[in-house]
């Protein structure tokens, strides 16, 4: 298998004025939500990072995109990327961000969800959540007027994969036919990669440890797009025959979020699915490292690979603003007020 790798990040010049896939995107997802990467086609997956790519490299272009917009973030879980990325990126195109803390009030105790959606959605424009339970996105999404965003649940993270998406098309370009590895947990960050890069074209790898695959509807969905766009979905529990001949590495903490009281059980189970010098090797001699972040330094993975040159784990960080940009812009219509899509 050839490397594909190349470290420095490309400039990608894409009209996105011009660009059908923006264009459809602008039309099908205003006011429309985003519980799953599932929600999103093919073609929207690739329209937001082409908007991300332009919103990085021409921030002045959107900055009153989303004026006077307002958003409220309530988070069950604690965060550091999510919040800030997206209170920068809303506040970056005119718009406004309110955090509440849920962690310590989870959604639906002091009153129901359906309640919360149908007062929040009187004064703000779009509602982020970071939650346990899946279901208490997709339930706020039901009765909610103005769009819903998952910001993590238990099953999906999709904002972290389309950020991931973006970071690979600046190091590969295409990621058509890319080799991309995840080894670790297969819950909430793994299931949006793999629908993810299954949507874009790329060949995706999985291992995990036996008991802890992806989930199996999942795995099943994430198959039929593959096949529709020509690659391939694998799943292994051999982290070594997952990263040989990878052109990136992936891994996430082995005990997410409401796992804490698995961390004794689960430690010995993850150490053979550390990402480490020896693991890297195995794959292409200029493979990315990729970690969605907070790290467990040492644990899920060393600090040498962590802090080594093929890591690009701040350029995902990065991208997290650019790509939420991009996103908030298609669900809130804010295409509409920037001079260049006129
Ligand atoms: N990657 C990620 O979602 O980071 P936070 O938990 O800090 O938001
Ligand atoms: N899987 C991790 C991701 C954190 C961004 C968790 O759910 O805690």
């Not at 409220?72 to 999510?82: P, Q």
Request: net charge negative; charged share 20%; glycine share 6%.
């Amino acid at each position: 298998m050839a490397s594909r790798t190349t470290m420095e990040p490309r400039e990608l010049q894409i009209p996105v004025q011009k660009d059908p896939d923006i264009l459809a995107a602008a039309a099908r997802l205003a006011g429309e939500d985003l519980c799953s990467i599932a929600d999103l086609s093919s073609a929207e997956v690739r329209a937001i990072l082409k908007l991300g790519h332009d919103v990085k490299r021409n921030p002045r272009d959107y900055r009153h995109a989303l004026d006077a917009k307002q958003m409220v973030l309530m988070f069950e879980k604690a965060s550091l990327r999510t919040r800030l990325s997206f209170e920068t990126g809303i506040n970056t195109l005119g718009g406004n961000a309110i955090f509440l803390d849920q962690t310590n009030s989870p959604l639906g105790e002091r009153e129901s969800i359906a309640d919360v959606a149908r007062n929040v959605e009187r004064w703000v424009d779009v509602i982020v959540l970071r939650t346990y339970a899946h279901d208490t996105i997709t339930e706020m999404a039901a009765n909610s007027r103005v769009p819903v965003i998952n910001a993590l649940s238990d099953f999906e993270h999709p904002c972290q994969a389309l950020a991931d998406f973006m970071t690979l098309e600046e190091h590969f370009g295409s990621l058509n036919g890319i080799n991309f590895t995840y080894v670790g947990d297969g819950n909430n960050v793994c299931h949006s990669l793999m629908l993810t890069g299954a949507q874009l074209g790329a060949n995706v790898t999985i291992a995990t440890p036996r008991g802890y695959s992806p989930d199996i509807e999942i795995v099943t969905l994430a198959r039929d797009i593959a096949q529709a766009n020509g690659c391939e979905l694998r799943l292994l529990q051999d982290p070594a025959a997952a990263a040989e001949g990878a052109d990136a590495i992936y891994t996430d903490v082995c005990v997410s979020m409401g796992m804490e009281h698995e961390s004794t059980k689960r430690a010995p189970i993850f150490r053979p699915f550390q990402v480490n010098e020896t693991l890297m090797q195995k794959a292409q001699p200029n493979a990315v490292f990729m970690h969605c972040l907070p790290a467990r330094r040492n644990a899920e993975v060393t600090d040498a690979v962590l802090d080594g040159p093929q890591s690009i784990v701040f350029d995902q960080a990065e991208n997290r603003m650019h790509a939420q940009k991009a996103l908030l812009l298609l669900l809130l219509g804010g295409l509409a007020n920037v001079e260049k899509f006129q």
